[in-house]
């Protein structure tokens, strides 16, 4: 089995299904899918693991999956974090500099990051992802890369995600359990919008709107910077509720209706068009209408929509979207689910398909709901360069380990060395005093 650091792991635990993506890039620089495995989710609620031992069961089984068929040994993966309890906010770092000769580099920028995850949170929240906006340098505003500039004060505007502190442990808990190491925790909006988003879509302004079994997830970009992110709770677990209630039929039967059946806009056509559900056990078959059916999938998909067009005009950048908005998702795959986006919107949609980033072979990740999971293999590479290009700028260079590192991760552990070095720098300091003496 091939155990390579030029190899990364997509996992994405989802509501409804799990995800494991295996890839790694080709001679052109387009990132390759080795295997995919593909589990139903089990302990998953709303995005926030409800039970431990059944969501590293379905870990397990689709990650074993994806092992198999790619033959790699998978013991890193980057993962993704969705649930109601995620929240965004906005926030600016100062740092002024010793030097007006030396150049702004690399460490400038890291220092300022690492001062955004010291910010005091409520109780229970913890910052996920600090995700620079744009860079200040001596009152010049609208810099989107200040390295090699010269300068004293160096200002940044950083959009902050948060997220409950136990949603994130269970996660990391479950990938454990299964017998591997989270490499990255990654909002899954913004991964599902590195695979779907082009980036003529993220200069232009545009919104990714990334319909889940249990949440929707959004994220709007503009000027090429992230502006805002939320999280609805609602997805296409609820719409299968409704068609369950509405028909008075089993939860597995309304989730093959949706699928096969199921339009986001009831038309005229369907009005004679009938589906028969086989009766339970000595009962009658039950003749559905189809209309009636996407009449109710209708009135849960405009109030999904509904909340998003809120998100959009609460961001302020609701005139500045001339991108319109990217549908996808597992949800995304409703017939006239662009039309009804449109109506109530009124802007411009598409449905985001993953494997435009994608180099073409053995697998085929064309289908929305694998936008995620393809989103984190590209979040891994994207840190591995990172990492790469931060080597070349040192005068010492280390070896890299055997694959990707957490910059989450790395962020946490670094702060807490700085405040034990420098709780034992002092004692050293006072030892030291006290035989001087």
């Given at each position: 089995m091939e155990n390579k650091s030029d190899i990364i792991v997509g996992l994405d635990i989802g509501t409804t299904k799990i995800v494991a993506i295996v890839g790694r890039k080709n001679e052109a620089g387009k990132i390759e899918v080795m295997g995919v495995g593909k589990s139903d989710s089990i302990g998953i609620a709303r995005g926030v693991v409800m039970n431990i031992d059944q969501t590293v069961a379905s870990i397990i089984k689709a990650v074993k999956e994806a092992s198999e068929k790619s033959g790699v040994d998978i013991k890193y993966v980057n993962v993704g974090i969705a649930g109601q309890h995620i929240k965004s906010l906005q926030h600016r770092g100062i740092r002024t500099r010793e030097s007006l000769e030396k150049e702004i580099n690399q460490q400038d920028i890291d220092v300022l990051i690492d001062d955004m995850y010291k910010l005091v949170m409520p109780p229970g929240e913890e910052i996920i992802e600090v995700l620079p906006q744009e860079y200040i340098v001596d009152n010049e505003q609208g810099i989107k890369n200040?390295?090699?500039?010269?300068?004293?004060?160096?200002?940044?505007?950083?959009?902050?995600?948060?997220?409950?502190?136990?949603?994130?442990?269970?996660?990391?808990?479950?990938?454990?359990?299964?017998?591997?190491?989270?490499?990255?925790?990654?909002?899954?909006?913004?991964?599902?919008?590195?695979?779907?988003?082009?980036?003529?879509?993220?200069?232009?302004?545009?919104?990714?709107?990334?319909?889940?079994?249990?949440?929707?997830?959004?994220?709007?970009?503009?000027?090429?910077?992230?502006?805002?992110?939320?999280?609805?709770?609602?997805?296409?677990?609820?719409?299968?509720?409704?068609?369950?209630?509405?028909?008075?039929?089993?939860?597995?039967?309304?989730?093959?209706?949706?699928?096969?059946?199921?339009?986001?806009?009831?038309?005229?056509?369907?009005?004679?068009?009938?589906?028969?559900?086989?009766?339970?056990?000595?009962?009658?078959?039950?003749?559905?209408?189809?209309?009636?059916?996407?009449?109710?999938?209708?009135?849960?998909?405009?109030?999904?929509?509904?909340?998003?067009?809120?998100?959009i005009k609460n961001s302020g950048y609701e005139k500045k979207l001339i991108a319109g908005i990217v549908v996808t998702g597992g949800g995304a795959q409703l017939k006239f689910l662009p039309q009804l986006v449109e109506y109530i919107t009124g802007m411009d949609t598409r449905i985001g398909h993953p494997n435009e980033h994608l180099a073409t072979g053995a697998y085929d990740l064309s289908h929305p709901l694998y936008a995620t999971g393809a989103g984190l293999v590209m979040k891994g590479f994207e840190e591995l360069m990172k990492g790469d290009a931060q080597e070349q700028l040192n005068v010492t260079v280390k070896a890299p380990e055997v694959v990707q590192h957490s910059k989450v991760q790395k962020k946490r552990t670094g702060f807490m060395e700085k405040i034990f070095s420098g709780a034992s720098k002092f004692f050293d300091e006072d030892v030291e005093g006290e035989r001087k003496q």
């Open positions: 200040p390295i090699g500039m010269a300068g004293v004060r160096l200002e940044a505007n950083f959009h902050i995600i948060t997220g409950q502190m136990a949603a994130a442990r269970n996660i990391e808990k479950c990938v454990k359990k299964a017998g591997m190491e989270m490499s990255l925790l990654t909002l899954e909006a913004l991964a599902s919008s590195d695979s779907v988003l082009t980036a003529e879509e993220r200069e232009a302004g545009v919104v990714l709107v990334d319909i889940g079994g249990g949440t929707t997830d959004i994220a709007i970009f503009q000027d090429d910077i992230i502006r805002h992110t939320a999280v609805i709770p609602f997805g296409g677990n609820v719409i299968t509720d409704d068609i369950k209630e509405g028909c008075q039929i089993i939860r597995a039967q309304a989730e093959q209706l949706k699928v096969k059946f199921g339009s986001a806009i009831a038309t005229e056509t369907m009005e004679n068009e009938i589906v028969v559900i086989p009766g339970l056990k000595g009962r009658q078959n039950k003749e559905i209408s189809v209309r009636n059916l996407s009449s109710i999938i209708n009135a849960r998909m405009e109030e999904i929509l509904e909340h998003v067009y809120y998100e």
